[in-house]
């Protein structure tokens, strides 16, 4: 099997290895991008439903988690979602907002996927895939033999995702790596993840599966308005997948069910009605959701019937539902992967490693998680933008 030199190589074709890939050959590196996967991109190909949600307006370094939170400020201040927008007209290629500065494209993650990999082709950038790789070493340069060929390359970077969703071919092939060199992890979790609860406790809300609501979930100093959705297994919906990052295993969550309304002074104002309770809520919950906490967090009575402190003991509940799930429906439904490569063992100028010279990590494979809504695709290109002028 030949011998192949080049400059860079890239392991893994994604979000951040296309982009650092494509702006290490405009500098006229020798790049080779390599994947196991016969298909690229797959995690853009899905993202969004399909509409790629490829940046969020309002990146900032607040939007991300990571052990090292100020690691991620240099990278986003320098490759913007401006910079991406830039590359997506010069393609003709449309966009919209959609709310909370999500930035959707018209014609689908496709179109960005082939922009991408044109301006991979158009810098020079050579592909090895599908290829399965059985070596990676190090004497002078980076040593990496796969099932297609051997490849010898003075910097050697790692863009090979994290564990979430493995039916699209999720491996922890990066961590290993990581492992290898003796480069620090942080632990790993399910980010951006349905909670589930146990079925026991969770039988008398299983029946909502399906309804939906605007309300405020807060974990610790955390909290997101957004839509929750009850599930048959616990509760989703984008509020529930934010604070799914930052929730702690054991620990409960606070849900605001009626974030826009005091609803201890309406039972005050409406003290006289013959209304039933349950009919009362239903003005302001979805009706199943209204029924069962009038007939299991309190006593369907009219409310001119219930007492001033039963009242106000369900207004309280419903302004901070206190409820611990058992756990997440883990990286099989999980949108990214919280936790990885430690950040404070990399350059947050360049990712390369700071005892390792030439080996980079760029996107999810880092410690390095944004929250949803294109936030984590910012990340790849910033990361892979940044990687890409040094390696």
């Known amino acids: ?16 290895g296309m982009m650092c890939a494509l702006t290490a050959a405009r500098r006229g590196r020798s790049v080779v991008l390599l994947d196991h996967s016969s298909r690229l991109a797959e995690k853009i190909r899905i993202s969004g439903g399909g509409r790629c949600n490829f940046t969020n307006l309002n990146a900032k370094p607040e939007n991300y988690l990571s052990q090292n939170p100020h690691f991620c400020r240099s990278a986003l201040a320098r490759f913007t979602p401006q910079h991406f927008i830039a590359m997506l007209d010069r393609h003709g290629i449309g966009y919209h907002e959609k709310t909370l500065g999500q930035l959707f494209c018209d014609e ?5 996927i ?10 020079g950038v050579r592909w090895s895939m599908p290829c399965e790789i059985t070596e990676v070493g190090r004497s002078d340069a980076f040593y990496v033999a796969t099932s297609r060929a051997k490849y010898r390359a003075a910097s050697l970077v790692v863009a090979t995702g994290g564990l979430s969703i493995p039916k699209i071919g999720a491996t922890p092939f990066g961590y290993k790596i990581a492992e290898q060199f003796g480069v620090p992890m942080t632990k790993l979790k399910p980010g951006l993840v349905p909670l589930t609860f146990h079925p026991e406790e969770w039988a008398v809300y299983a029946e909502l599966s399906g309804a939906s609501l605007d309300a405020v979930v807060s974990f610790g100093k955390h909290s997101f308005r957004e839509n929750l959705l009850f599930t048959h297994r616990g509760l989703s919906g984008p509020a529930i997948l934010q604070i799914s990052s930052y929730w702690e295993q054991g620990k409960p969550l606070s849900i605001d069910l009626l974030p826009d309304l005091d609803i201890a002074a309406m039972f005050l104002q409406h003290r006289g009605s013959k209304m039933l ?24 009575a009219p409310l ?18 206190q409820i611990t799930p058992t756990g997440t429906q883990g990286y099989s439904k999980a949108e990214v992967t919280c936790g990885g490569v430690d950040t404070r063992a990399l350059s947050s100028k360049t990712m390369e490693c700071n005892e390792v010279s030439g080996l980079f990590f760029v996107g999810e494979v880092m410690d390095v998680t944004g929250q949803l809504g294109g936030y984590n695709f910012q990340w790849a290109w910033a990361s892979g933008h940044a990687a890409g002028l040094a390696a």
């Open 304 to 321: 001119n019937q219930c007492s001033d402190k039963e009242l106000r003991a369900l207004a309280d509940k419903l302004k901070d539902w």
């Open 114 to 123: 082939a922009m991408l990999k044109s301006e991979c082709d158009a810098a």
């Open 277 to 300: 309770l349950g009919n009362f809520l239903a003005q302001y919950l979805p009706k199943r959701l209204a029924d069962i906490v009038a007939t299991k967090w309190a006593l369907n």
């Open 1 to 16: 099997m030949s011998l192949q030199q080049t400059d860079v190589l890239i392991i893994g074709a994604g979000a951040a």
């Open 108 to 112: 689908g993650s496709e179109a960005v």
